[in-house]
Structures are given as C-alpha cells and as structure tokens.
C-alpha cells in the first residue's frame, strides 16, 4: 500500500513542506524589554522616530571656533559646552568655546579644533593646524534621518540592533514568542552520561547534543526522560508533551527497525507531513503533527541529529517565528576531491581554511559515518555536496553551514 504522505522526498521538497507549515503555524508576537532582544526575531518593522544624532555635536573634546581660517591672533574664547544640558551658547565672529565629546554645538559654531592642537594663552585660543569647515563636528541626522526605516519585521536582534534602538529612544520591542521545546531521547540501549554501562549501552549523547543546539538557537529546551522502545510508553509520553509544547522534537526510532515505533505511531495518532528525506546523514527524518504540536523526529545517530537539525529543524524554528534573515552559509573551495557514490544531497563534516590570498578552502573529513560523533566535534562546518553521484574534484565551489556554535 502506497503511504497517504510525502516520503523519500528530496532535501528542497522536505524545506518546502517545513516552511509551509511554519507559515501556517506562525507563533504570535509579544513586548519584550531590549535586555532580553538578543538573537529574538523582530515581529514590527522598526521606523527611526527621531533623528541620530539628534543635534549637531562635536566628535572630539577641544574648542568650538566661529571664523576660518583663524583669525590674527587667534579665537577668543567665551564659555564652554559640555556633553549634557544645552547651555544655548552662541558664538560671534571669532570667537570659540571650550566643548567636551558629545557636547551641543554652539550657534554658529564652524569647526572644532581638538585640545591636542590648541595653544590657549589667557582668553586667546591658536592652533598650528588650521581646522578646515565642520572638522570633528557630527550633524543632526547625519546617521540616520527620522521616518528612516531602519529594520524589518523578520529581521534578527543583534546587539548593534538594540543598541541602535536604545539610541532611538525605545525601551522595549515586539518579537515573535519563541517555540517551547520539549526533547525526548528514545532508546533501551541509553544510559545518561555519569552511569555504568552494562553491556550493549551506551551513553545518551544526542541529549548533550540537541539540548545544546537549541540552546545556542536561545531557546529553552525541557528535556523529557529517556524513552524505552516500547511503544505505549512512547505514545504516552509524547502526547503528554504535545498538550504543552509548541514543539517536540525525539532522536531514534524513526528508520525501520524493530523497534523504531515513531513513524507508526505518528501515523495513528496525529499526522504525517513527510517521512524520509533524500539526504545524508538523515534520511529517515520525520515530520508531523501530534495534538497542537509539531512534531520533530530525528534520526538516532548523532551526526545526523547535527545535520537534520541545523538544517531542517533550524529552518521550522525560524519559519515558527517569521525569520527572514538567511543563515551565515561560506562558499570554500573543496581542498581535496570527494568521490560520491549516492545520489543524495550529502552534508560531510569539513573544517574550514583561508589561504594567504583570502581564499577560503575546506578539508572533507574522511570519516563519514553517522555515528562518528569525534569527527563531527573535530570540524568545523558541515560541507553541501549536491544530489547526484559522482566525482567533485578539488577546487569545486561548496556551501559550508558551521557546525560549531559557541566556538566562535
Ligand atoms: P535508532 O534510529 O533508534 O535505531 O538509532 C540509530 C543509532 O543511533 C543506534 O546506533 C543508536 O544506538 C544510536 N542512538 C540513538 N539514540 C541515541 C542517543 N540518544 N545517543 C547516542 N546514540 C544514540
Ligand atoms: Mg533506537
């Protein structure tokens, strides 16, 4: 019997499909105070309500001077502004005030000469360097103009970009809410790290793994307890957490072993919106609904846990909450050939160099398996070789995702 949903589908049918239900899932906005900003996805566009600066100021501690070139004998000099209340000075014909960084521009003010240049002899103000017209003096507007749009609603907050909007004067932004996660490893074989391995366990190492790639997205992830294959146990677990998540996301059970329970239990309960996707590692990814949630099915072997998720999950996260902003991706040069035997899209773990001209190049690892959790960590980038087998030599011009979050 044909299967009633997408599978073995390829990598952009897989992405079209994500972003299609994220748009149609998209998480509501709320007001958050700029402290909170980093990495949240604006939710309004973000239009400049006054001028940066706001009014004409000097760049430089020194003196303000009205009369160029310097008047015989200098300026002379008749009050002072300092950064702070605008004391209203206005400055005649050679004259000049003393001014400190920031400080209001005096009316009339033309240039400012810096203190390092000044020779000041009693009221008498000279400089060996004659300022030329509007040295060292920052006009209103003159970084942005009010009215001006600065940010788009999907744009993400940087700390420039908060910094920016403190200078415009806003306290607080509307971002879109981020999805509540709730992780679940699966497996009999898992024990956490910290315990005894008896034979045939292993350590759970994709919840290290996946807990902290979410965290590095800034989100909050709950992790569940690690659940036996059985397949009672699963579905109520995962129906409990889809009740209170935006999203559950599982690793394992999701190829077609045994006791791989997802893909059928996602079919009974909830719905299927692809299962299977022609990439490497990561085929069996799986994608659904269970209850109000979306449900994230990841593949056991921690590589593919990595790839999967930074470039699918990665992508229903951004698409939950409206970001338009692309990821950082680098075009490298491969630094060695790669012989490709299938005809999937395949993401090879890679570490990046730069030559002494500037050109970047990547070094495939060899150890492709998705299990070879120590190659992953070794490497820097995950490497996109495109569908279709064959051979790519070196010198052939690849994305590269990084892959090493919090390193850099
Ligand atoms: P599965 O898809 O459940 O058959 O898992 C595929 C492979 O990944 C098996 O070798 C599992 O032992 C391994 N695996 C599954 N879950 C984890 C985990 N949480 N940590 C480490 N390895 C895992
Ligand atoms: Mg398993």
């Given at each position: 019997m044909r299967p009633d949903f997408p599978t073995r589908i390829s990598f952009d049918e897989a992405a079209g499909i994500i972003d299609r239900v994220a748009a149609s899932r998209r998480l509501s906005?709320?007001?958050?105070?700029?402290?909170?900003?980093?990495?949240?996805?604006?939710?309004?566009?973000?239009?400049?309500?006054?001028?940066?600066p706001n009014f004409d100021n000097s760049?430089?501690?020194?003196?303000?001077?009205?009369?160029?070139?310097?008047p015989d004998g200098g300026w002379q000099l008749v009050g002072e502004q300092f950064a702070g209340a605008d004391r209203g000075l206005a400055l005649a014909p050679g004259q000049g005030s003393r001014i400190t960084t920031g400080a209001s521009l005096p009316a009339?003010?033309?240039?400012?000469?810096?203190?390092?240049?000044?020779?000041l002899d009693g009221d008498r103000l000279t400089t060996d360097r004659a300022p030329?017209?509007?040295?060292?003096?920052r006009r209103a507007g003159e970084d942005v103009q009010p009215g001006t749009q600065l940010l788009s609603a999907g744009d993400v907050l940087t700390p420039a970009?908060?910094?920016?909007?403190?200078?415009?004067?806003?306290?607080?932004?509307?971002?879109?809410?981020r999805p509540?996660?709730?992780?679940?490893?699966?497996?009999?074989?898992?024990?956490?790290?910290?315990?005894?391995?008896?034979?045939?366990?292993?350590?759970?190492?994709n919840r290290a793994l996946l807990q902290t790639l979410l965290l590095a997205e800034g989100l909050e992830p709950v992790a569940w307890p690690i659940l036996p294959d059985e397949p009672a146990r699963i579905t109520a677990m995962l129906e409990d957490a889809a009740f209170s998540f935006d999203l559950v996301i599982t690793c394992g059970g999701v190829?077609?072993?045994?006791?791989?329970?997802?893909?059928?239990?996602?079919?009974?309960?909830?719905?299927?919106?692809?299962?299977k996707v022609r990439m490497k590692p990561g085929m069996p990814l799986l994608f659904g609904r269970l209850g109000e949630a979306r449900l994230l099915g990841l593949p056991g072997n921690p590589v593919s846990v990595l790839a999967t998720f930074l470039t699918l999950g990665r992508r229903l996260i951004d698409g939950l909450q409206g970001r338009k902003e692309p990821r950082t991706h680098w075009r490298a040069r491969l630094a060695q050939p790669v012989h490709k035997r299938h005809d999937r899209r395949e993401f090879m773990r890679g570490r990046l160099q730069v030559d002494a001209g500037g050109q970047l190049h990547v070094v495939p690892d060899a150890a492709t398996g998705s299990h070879r959790l120590a190659a992953a960590a070794?490497?820097?980038?995950?490497?996109?070789?495109p569908e279709g087998a064959g051979e790519f030599d070196a010198g052939t011009v690849v994305d590269c995702l990084p892959c090493a979050a919090g390193r850099g």
């Open positions: 906005s709320e007001r958050i105070p700029l402290q909170r900003g980093l990495g949240r996805v604006l939710a309004e566009d973000l239009v400049a309500p006054i001028a940066l760049a430089m501690d020194g003196f303000a001077v009205r009369g160029l070139p310097m009339g003010a033309e240039a400012i000469v810096i203190k390092e240049n000044a020779r030329s017209a509007n040295d060292h003096i970009r908060l910094g920016l909007a403190a200078a415009l004067g806003l306290a607080e932004l509307a971002v879109a809410r509540t996660v709730a992780v679940f490893t699966t497996g009999d074989e898992l024990k956490p790290p910290g315990q005894a391995l008896a034979p045939g366990e292993i350590h759970d190492s190829s077609a072993g045994e006791k791989d329970h997802l893909p059928a239990l996602l079919q009974a309960r909830g719905e299927t919106h692809f299962w070794g490497n820097d980038v995950l490497l996109v070789l």
